[in-house]
């Protein structure tokens, strides 16, 4: 994925830091994520189009495990088979940053940036916290990070909860399944679970929504930061 992705970095660890938080980073450079799931750390592209590149293809499997309707789902009396939780536009970041280390220009820290400007048009400006990525060394990778992290921001909003019974077991994070709700006006929406938790012999499960296409940003060129860059090794030469 990350081949054809034309993902790449170099990270230098010179000092002691928690695992987790150097995994975080992976992540979210290489739009990805980690789930322990069967006793391994798994990572899993979070790509949703094929994409070609430096001799490699990868190709997502959409195909949903489960069709899932009322049916299905566990609730008491009075309560929704489904619950719908929408992150506010207040909360919604449609600039993103990301600090890195231009390698073209002796490794000076520079910023990528992404916009949203039909979005900043409309609601204002709302930047998120600059990201530091310091195992990027290219602008185009760290404007694609950006651009990855800008498209799920606007994006995906929806978080699904809902219950299913012991036989769905064998669903885990990351898995496709689709919803189906009269009272929510949902017909086969297609959700990606992110979290799993066993209580008393039932699965509470929540889900993002899954729009395709946003988590592949389109390729474009975007122009570099300029620069010059002094030679403090040439000789002096004549002063007279």
């Known amino acids: 994925f990350c081949i054809a992705s034309n993902i790449f970095f170099s990270p230098l660890y010179d000092k002691q830091q928690e695992t987790q938080q150097v995994l975080s980073e ?19 592209p979070l790509g949703d189009e094929t994409i070609s590149d430096n ?71 709302n930047p998120a916290d600059v990201i530091t990525a310091r195992q990027i060394c290219t602008q185009e990778v760290a404007q694609r990070a950006a651009e990855t992290a800008l498209a799920r921001n606007i994006a995906i909003r929806n978080v699904y909860s809902f219950k299913l019974p012991y036989r769905y077991v064998l669903l885990d994070c990351m898995d496709l399944v689709t919803l189906t709700s009269e009272r929510l006006g949902l017909n086969r929406q297609l959700v990606k ?3 799993i938790k066993e209580n008393e012999g039932q699965l509470e499960i929540e889900a993002e929504e899954m729009i395709v296409g946003t988590a ?22 004549n002063i007279n």
């Open 26 to 44: 992976i992540a979210e450079i290489t739009n990805s994520t980690f789930i322990w799931s069967q006793g391994k750390l798994k990572i899993i």
């Open 55 to 125: 001799g490699k293809t990868y190709t997502p499997d959409l195909t949903p495990i489960y069709d899932l309707s009322e049916d299905d789902f566990l609730c008491g009396d009075g309560d929704e088979p489904i619950s719908c939780s929408r992150k506010s536009q207040s909360d919604v970041k449609n600039s993103v940053k990301i600090e890195y280390l231009n390698r073209t220009n002796n490794y000076n820290t520079e910023i990528a940036e992404a916009q949203d400007l039909a979005n900043i048009s409309q609601f204002g400006l």
């Open 193 to 195: 679970i992110t979290s």
């Open 216 to 237: 592949t940003p389109a390729k474009y060129t975007s122009q570099n930061a300029s620069f010059q860059s002094i030679d403090t090794a040439t000789s002096v030469g």
